[in-house]
């Protein structure tokens, strides 16, 4: 049974940084796909970042540059170093994962797998 716990949300100034967490089990990195999606309040979710079993990892747009999403397979745990936060990077933050090989980061929502969330505020 595949089971993704999150942690490490917490609420942080603009232009501070936070490093989300992802504990998986029940499954091995070299055969899942594994990223990151957000939903703030009253939107729909956003696909963040993925990360293939190979290593290859997609950012949208709105986080390339800041956002940086890798694995610690020792761990199993994934990992979303975030720098740089805006007040719009404001939302739940989701880990994922799915049965492939590859996926574009605006699929992280759609993965079979999620996680209960850790929520993340950008506030001065």
């Known amino acids: 049974q595949v089971q993704l716990m999150e942690s490490g949300g917490g609420s942080v100034q603009p232009g501070g940084s936070l490093t989300l967490s992802c504990a998986a089990s029940?499954?091995?990195?070299?055969?899942?796909?594994m990223g990151w999606f957000r939903q703030a309040p009253g939107e729909d979710p956003e696909g963040v970042a993925t990360?293939?079993?190979?290593?290859?990892?997609t950012y949208a747009d709105s986080v390339k540059g800041r956002f940086t999403i890798f694995i610690d397979d020792a761990k199993n745990t994934l990992y979303l170093q975030m720098n740089s936060l805006k007040f719009e990077d404001t939302a739940m933050y989701f880990c994922?994962?799915?049965?492939?090989?590859?996926?574009?980061?605006?699929?992280?929502?759609?993965?079979?797998?999620r996680g209960q969330g850790t929520e993340v505020t950008v506030s001065s």
């Open positions: 994922a994962a799915d049965h492939r090989v590859w996926a574009e980061a605006d699929q992280a929502a759609d993965f079979a797998y």
């Open positions: 029940g499954l091995s990195s070299s055969s899942y796909c």
């Open positions: 990360i293939d079993p190979d290593g290859s990892a």
